[in-house]
């Protein structure tokens, strides 16, 4: 019994461990929203236009979140409102927005 708990424990702990921080900190939070992650960076694509530009606003939102800065609609914010100020470190978020970058720009992929 103690011994399939062990196991249970670290394989759990293993997949943690696997996931990277996007995965961890914003894919979890995000999959209950009606708005995917992919329309999100769309929004702040046509905002910000440029990899340095989406990454800054996207960081700033996510340190000091509030309504006036948004790229989500009225409509979304008083359904869902607004997120909690993350407490991530700076390394983490960094992390969580590369990939972010990295897994929905478009830049690359247009031909």
């Given amino acids: 019994m103690i011994k399939t708990i062990i ?4 394989f759990s702990l293993s997949q943690l461990w696997a996931q990277d921080a996007y995965e961890r900190h914003c894919v979890e939070c995000h999959k ?8 999100m960076f769309k929004k702040y694509l046509q905002l910000y236009s440029g990899e340095e530009n989406v990454k800054a606003g996207l960081k700033h939102y996510l340190r000091y979140p509030s309504k006036s800065i948004s790229v989500m609609s009225e409509l979304f914010i008083d ?3 607004i997120k ?3 407490k991530l470190s700076d390394e983490e ?7 972010y970058w990295e897994k ?8």
Avoid: M
Wanted: positive net charge; glycine residues 4%.
């Fill in 104 to 111: 929905f720009k478009v830049f690359d992929k247009l031909k």
């Fill in 84 to 86: 909690k100020k993350s």
């Fill in 32 to 39: 209950e929203l009606p708005t995917t992650l992919q329309q």
């Fill in 79 to 81: 359904n869902y409102g």
């Fill in 93 to 99: 978020l960094n992390k969580a927005i590369d990939i």
């Fill in 7 to 10: 196991i249970l424990t670290l």
